[in-house]
């Protein structure tokens, strides 16, 4: 017997089998190429961060200074920081200064549990390094979260 073959609906958009390549990062999940809601890339993504550790350098800097934490201040400002704003406002400041925001895979906002996840495999460095075909880290994966552009 033949496999089945499902149709669908002329009205619904063509998504690419699991498998097959994609045209750009971000149309497996339904994202637009450019604009908003589209995948960010990872320049941005970088330059976000860059920005929330500038904000975590200068707040450990200034605040702990006089608080035993080490060396590890900054980087735990840069978890609290990530934690909070994510978690509350669904982007750091970074983001917001680059036009981005994260978000649960649905669009909706990626609430404290989601926030927890991204924040501290993103402060183990490697997860967002290794980027998947639509360019979301494995902090990304995990979480099931993504960055888009606002």
């Known amino acids: ?19 097959t390549p994609s045209a750009y990062p971000g149309e ?3 994202r637009p190429e450019e604009g908003p809601r589209s ?14 550790w500038v904000v975590a350098l200068l707040i450990a800097g200034g605040l702990l200074r006089h608080v035993p934490v080490g060396q590890f201040g900054p980087l735990l400002v840069l978890l609290v920081e990530n934690v909070v704003l994510v978690g509350i406002a669904g982007a750091t ?25 991204r924040s501290v495999l993103l402060c183990l460095a490697i997860p967002p390094l290794v980027l998947d075909t639509d360019q979301r880290g494995l902090h990304d994966r995990w979480a099931s979260t993504l960055v888009a552009r606002t």
């Open 93 to 117: 400041l970074g983001h917001r200064l680059l036009g981005l925001r994260v978000e649960r895979l649905d669009g909706s906002a990626p609430g404290f549990v989601r926030a927890v996840i």
């Open 28 to 30: 497996r999940l339904g």
């Open 39 to 52: 995948l960010a890339s990872f320049g941005r993504r970088l330059v976000a961060l860059v920005v929330d």
């Open 1 to 19: 017997m033949a496999p089945r073959r499902e149709l669908g609906s002329w009205l619904e958009p063509q998504r690419p089998r699991p498998g």
